[in-house]
């Protein structure tokens, strides 16, 4: 039931933690991440109690894969579960992303609550966006409605009719305004938003409507607040309203141990958006060796002999990645990297091999880079200079993009029917 705000009245305004990108199942090269899951969760239940929340959003990849395991499954509802009873009147909405089965995050829906929302893909009624589903009225404090928020997971092609995904937004901003009557709105969203700074090694390619990054213009002026998922940097966008990517709880690859993770609490006031960022503790380091580039391989073992590391449980010993140069057959690498490695309480990652550019001062290459890192967008653009002596046209560019996206992922139907 809506309570609507008595006409004249003060009111309170709405505290929207937003967070994104758990990726729940995750594993490091076979290291799993469970023990990083369960502090962070301890930590985001505390924090939603501490600051008071209103309101928790998931902004799409709660797991890692589609068809995600059993016990990263328990961990969610567990998680559920047990902040419903500690802040019953906390209302919870977790959208679909890219990595997730929209049916298998649909499926509780029907199990729960009016105040737990499970948006996995695009919900319809008669062929047309159900915008009494995707719009959702957000309590303050008071129990009273004071504001309003477009839960939209991540779109697919068959999502989309001739305008796209502006037309869709556009629609869907129409509906949020007519019941919201002037309250703060609130757009979510699972895609790539030009100007958001991409993880290398970390996210998949999203391609929606042929676009593989949206523009800030797809998000209409009179929202007070964007929550978007899919980048894992923490990162506000240059915009005429406040957009942000909350980010992932932890570095999900090396690449994303510089910067800090967070979350973001959204004062929703009637009169505008206070933006508040969260950190969020790190329970397990990311190491590297070098910080940057490489090291020669007898310089590497000895950094490797130089750690002075304390003995802590295996599952919050550190992660480490070490990259070697080499400019030539270097046969017992491997060997010798692990033999220094032995007696340390790390976990190592991989081993990556660097070779250097030709010229005397050049800097590493990655023409030694592991065939993990290779993207398939720069193989198939590398393979079609090689062939035909000139890049891919945009229309092919395109093209193929979708057919690596629709490649990556499971058909959800098959999925949920246990088949691979």
């Given at each position: 039931m809506i309570t609507p705000t008595p006409p004249g009245a003060p009111v309170k305004p709405v505290r929207l933690l937003h967070t994104s990108d758990w990726h729940l199942g995750h594993e490091l090269f076979g290291h799993t991440r469970e023990a990083e899951h369960d502090a962070f969760l301890a930590w985001l239940s505390d924090t939603l109690e501490q600051t008071q929340a209103d309101a928790l959003l998931v902004t799409g990849d709660i797991y890692d894969v589609a068809?995600?395991?059993?016990?990263?499954?328990?961990?969610?509802?567990?998680?559920?579960?047990?902040?419903?009873?500690?802040?019953?009147?906390?209302?919870?909405?977790?959208?679909?992303g890219n990595h997730d089965s929209a049916l298998r995050i649909d499926l509780p829906g029907a199990l729960v609550d009016?105040?737990?929302?499970?948006?996995?893909g695009l919900p319809r009624h008669e062929r047309t966006p159900d915008m009494e589903r995707i719009c959702i009225p957000l309590k303050n404090a008071d129990g009273m409605t004071a504001a309003w928020l477009a839960a939209v997971p991540f779109c697919r092609p068959s999502d989309l009719e001739a305008d796209g995904l502006a037309g869709l937004y556009a629609r869907i901003i129409t509906a949020l305004a007519q019941k919201a009557h002037g309250l703060p709105m609130v757009l979510s969203?699972?895609?790539?938003?030009?100007?958001?700074?991409?993880?290398?090694?970390?996210e998949r390619r999203l391609v929606i409507g042929g676009e593989e990054a949206a523009a800030t213009d797809l998000f209409d002026p009179r929202a007070a607040y964007v929550a978007l998922g899919h980048l894992h940097r923490p990162q506000t966008l240059n915009a005429a309203m406040p957009i942000r990517y909350?980010?992932?709880?932890?570095?999900?690859?090396?690449?994303?141990?510089?910067?800090?993770?967070?979350?973001?609490?959204?004062?929703?006031?009637?009169?505008?958006?206070?933006?508040?960022?969260?950190?969020?503790?790190?329970?397990?380091a990311f190491l590297r060796i070098p910080e940057q580039g490489a090291l020669p391989l007898e310089d590497a073992v000895k950094a490797i002999q130089a750690l002075d590391l304390p003995d802590l449980p295996r599952r919050l010993r550190p992660f480490i990645e070490i990259a070697i140069l080499v400019d030539g057959p270097e046969p017992h690498l491997q060997a010798r990297i692990l033999a220094a490695l032995e007696d340390k309480p790390v976990r190592l990652t991989r081993i990556r091999r660097v070779a250097p550019q030709s010229g005397q001062n050049a800097a590493p290459s990655e023409r030694?880079?592991?065939?993990?890192?290779?993207?398939?967008?720069?193989?198939?653009?590398a393979l079609h200079q090689h062939k035909h002596h000139k890049p891919p046209s945009d229309a092919l560019s395109?093209?193929?993009?979708?057919?690596?996206?629709?490649?990556?992922?499971e058909d959800d139907s098959g999925q949920m029917d246990g088949n691979n």
């Open positions: 068809n995600p395991s059993v016990p990263a499954q328990q961990r969610l509802y567990r998680f559920i579960a047990q902040i419903r009873q500690r802040l019953p009147r906390l209302q919870i909405i977790i959208i679909g009016t105040d737990v929302h499970f948006i996995g969203g699972h895609l790539h938003v030009a100007g958001g700074e991409v993880s290398e090694l970390s909350a980010g992932s709880p932890f570095p999900l690859s090396a690449t994303e141990r510089a910067y800090r993770h967070s979350v973001t609490l959204a004062i929703l006031e009637p009169t505008g958006t206070i933006l508040d960022i969260l950190p969020i503790p790190r329970p397990v030694g880079r592991d065939l993990a890192d290779l993207q398939a967008k720069d193989v198939f653009i395109r093209a193929f993009a979708e057919l690596v996206l629709a490649a990556s992922r």
